[in-house]
C-alpha cells in the first residue's frame, strides 16, 4: 500500500504519534494508500521550517532569474513524471485519467512556468517629481504562505496558489484537501528534487477543523492565507485569520449561470454548455449549472443538450473512453443525490440521471425549478444542471443575477452589441463569451459575493503575496 507523508523541511516525515488516515480511490471504494495525519503539531512544525527558510535561507533572496531557473527545473519534472501525478489525482478524486494527463497536469507545469517569467519581467512603479522627490515602490516578499485546496482540481489549484507564491520569494505551507493529499505530496518530494531549498515548499496532511487546516490559520507566523474551498470555510477561515489580521484570498464556492440567446450558434451553445455543465461531473467552481435559454431555441436547444449529455460516458476513470468518472467519496455522492431526492420529491421533471453501482451520477437536467428550490440557488457540485427559459435580455440578466454566488458566467450570442452589453451587467467575476474555461492567466481571477474575496492572476497574484513598500527619496 502506498504510504503518502508530510514533506516538512526537506524530509518526508510521519507524524509525530504515527496517525494516519486512507486515501479512498472512489472507482474502486477501497483505500490505495496511508495518509499521515497532521494536527496541530506537524502544522506547526511546517510553518516553522517555513520561517526559518524565510528568515534565514537564500529563497527570497535569490534573483528572480535564479528562483524562475529552479520553478522551471519543478515544471520539468513535473512534465516528466506527469503519468504519476495525473494517475495520483484520478486515484484520489476519480477525475478521467485524460483529463489529468491532457490538461490537469500541462496547467500545473505552466502555472510553474507563468509565474516565474512573470515576476521576473513585472515592473514596478516609479514617480519622478518636480519637486524634487523621487518616489518607486518596491514589493518585496510577504513571508510565509498557508495555501489550503480543495479536491477537485488538486494539483492544478495547488499549484496556482504555490507558484506565484514562491515566485515571489515567499516560502509556503500547503494543506491539500484530506480527499486528494497525493499529488502534492508528490509535487512536495519534485519541488526538493528540482533544488528548492529545504522548508521553501512544505505540505502538511489532514483535516480543516481542529486539524492541520485549522492549525495553519490561527498560527501568527503566518503571513498570507490563501484558500480555495466551500463559502462556508472561507467563512470559518475569516474568523480565525482575524485574530492574528493575516490577509486572506478567497476563491469560493460558484453557482455560475450560463445564458444562451437565440441567436446563439447552437452547436458551439450545445458542446459548451455539455463540457460547462458535467466537465469533471460537474465538480466545477466554474460550472454553468444554472441555464438560461432564450424561448426562440429552448426546445431545440434542450432536445440537443439532453442528447449529448445521455451520450456521455460513464465508467472507469482510468478507460479513455470515459467522460465521468465516478463523485469524488461517498460524502460527497450523499450530497448530490440528496440534492436530486429533494428536486423530484418536489415535482422538478428531470430528464436523464440515474446512476450505475457506487459512486457514479449520470448527467441530470432539472427543467424549469422554482425560483426558490435549493437545486437553483445551492452549489451541487455535480453533474446537475437546472434550465429555464426567458423571453427578453433583461429577464435574463435579472435571473443570472439573482443569486448570492458570482464567480462565473457564460454568454452564448452572435450579437456584438448584446455580447458586451450582457457581459457588463453580469455580477460575476469571470464572463465567456462564446467559449468556457479559457484562461489567460494575467487576468485576475475570482468571485464576487459569496464567490470570494481578493483576485488572484498576474499583478494580482503579486498584490496578495507582496508587501508593498514606497520609497520617497529627496534628491
Ligand atoms: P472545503 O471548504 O470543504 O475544503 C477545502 C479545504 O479547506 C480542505 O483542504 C479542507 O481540509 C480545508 N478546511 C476545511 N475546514 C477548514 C477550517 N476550518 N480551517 C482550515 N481549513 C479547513 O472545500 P472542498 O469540498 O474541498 O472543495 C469544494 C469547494 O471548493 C466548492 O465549494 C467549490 O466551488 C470550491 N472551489 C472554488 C474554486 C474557485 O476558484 N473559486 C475552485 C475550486 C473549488
Redesign the pocket.
Known amino acids: 500500500m502506498t504510504e503518502i507523508k508530510h514533506v516538512i523541511d526537506g524530509a518526508e516525515v510521519d507524524s509525530a504519534d504515527g496517525a494516519v488516515f486512507h486515501d479512498i480511490d472512489p472507482y474502486t471504494r477501497e483505500s490505495y494508500a496511508t495518509v499521515a495525519l497532521g494536527g496541530a503539531r506537524e502544522a506547526d512544525l511546517a510553518v516553522d521550517a517555513a520561517r526559518r527558510a524565510f528568515d534565514q535561507g537564500p529563497w527570497p533572496r535569490l534573483s528572480f532569474e535564479q528562483r524562475g531557473k529552479l520553478l522551471h527545473r519543478l515544471a520539468d519534472l513535473m512534465e516528466e513524471n506527469g503519468a504519476e501525478l495525473a494517475l495520483a489525482d484520478t486515484q484520489d478524486m476519480g477525475k478521467p485519467l485524460t483529463a489529468a494527463i491532457g490538461k490537469d497536469v500541462p496547467r500545473s507545469a505552466h502555472n510553474f512556468r507563468f509565474f516565474a517569467d512573470h515576476a521576473r519581467l513585472a515592473e514596478s512603479q516609479h514617480l519622478p517629481s518636480p519637486t524634487g522627490h523621487h518616489v518607486y515602490s518596491e514589493h518585496a516578499p510577504a513571508g510565509v504562505v498557508a495555501a489550503?485546496?480543495?479536491?477537485?482540481?488538486p494539483l492544478m489549484?495547488e499549484t496556482w496558489k504555490v507558484a506565484p507564491a514562491l515566485a515571489w520569494g515567499n516560502t509556503v505551507v500547503l494543506?491539500?484537501?484530506?480527499d486528494t493529499p497525493h499529488s502534492a505530496y508528490l509535487l512536495g518530494k519534485l519541488a526538493l528534487e528540482a533544488g528548492l531549498p529545504p522548508g521553501v515548499l512544505n505540505v502538511v496532511h489532514g483535516?480543516?477543523?481542529d486539524s492541520a487546516?485549522?492549525a495553519?490559520?490561527v498560527n501568527p507566523d503566518v503571513d498570507r492565507i490563501t484558500?480555495?474551498?466551500?463559502?462556508g470555510?472561507g467563512r470559518?477561515?475569516a474568523r480565525?485569520a482575524a485574530a492574528n489580521l493575516t490577509p486572506v484570498s478567497f476563491?469560493?464556492?460558484?453557482k455560475g449561470c450560463n445564458l444562451i440567446f437565440d441567436d446563439a450558434d447552437l452547436d458551439t451553445a450545445v458542446s459548451w454548455a455539455i463540457e460547462a455543465a458535467f466537465g469533471n461531473s460537474g465538480q466545477v467552481?466554474l460550472a454553468g449549472s444554472r441555464l438560461y435559454v432564450q424561448r426562440g431555441v429552448y426546445e431545440e436547444f434542450t432536445a440537443r443538450f439532453a442528447d449529448a449529455a445521455a451520450a456521455m460516458t460513464l465508467g472507469d476513470p482510468k478507460d479513455p473512453a470515459t467522460r465521468l468518472g465516478p463523485l469524488a467519496s461517498e460524502e460527497h455522492y450523499r450530497k448530490v443525490t440528496g440534492f436530486l431526492d429533494e428536486a423530484s420529491t418536489g415535482g422538478a421533471k428531470v430528464l436523464g440521471g440515474g446512476g450505475a453501482p457506487g459512486w457514479f451520477v449520470r448527467p441530470n437536467i432539472v427543467l424549469d425549478p422554482p425560483r426558490e428550490a435549493r437545486v437553483l440557488r445551492e452549489?451541487v457540485?455535480g453533474p446537475v444542471v437546472t434550465l429555464t427559459p426567458f423571453d427578453t435580455e433583461e429577464e435574463a440578466v435579472a435571473l443570472a443575477n439573482d443569486s448570492r454566488y458570482g464567480?462565473s458566467a457564460m454568454v452564448f450570442t452572435d450579437n456584438l452589441h448584446r455580447a458586451h452589453r450582457v457581459a457588463g451587467s453580469l455580477r460575476s467575476g469571470n464572463v465567456w463569451v462564446n467559449c468556457f474555461f479559457v484562461r489567460d492567466l494575467r487576468a485576475p481571477f475570482g468571485?464576487m459575493g459569496d464567490?470570494?474575496m481578493g483576485r488572484e492572476g498576474g499583478l494580482f497574484s503579486r498584490e496578495f503575496f507582496t508587501e508593498a513598500r514606497t520609497v520617497t527619496m529627496r534628491i
Not at 227 to 231: A, H, L, Q, R
Open positions: 489550503i485546496a480543495p479536491w477537485n482540481f489549484l494543506k491539500p484537501a484530506e483535516f480543516g477543523p487546516g485549522e495553519l490559520t484558500f480555495t474551498g466551500e463559502s470555510t470559518a477561515i480565525a476563491e469560493l464556492g460558484g467552481c452549489e457540485f464567480l468571485g464567490s470570494g
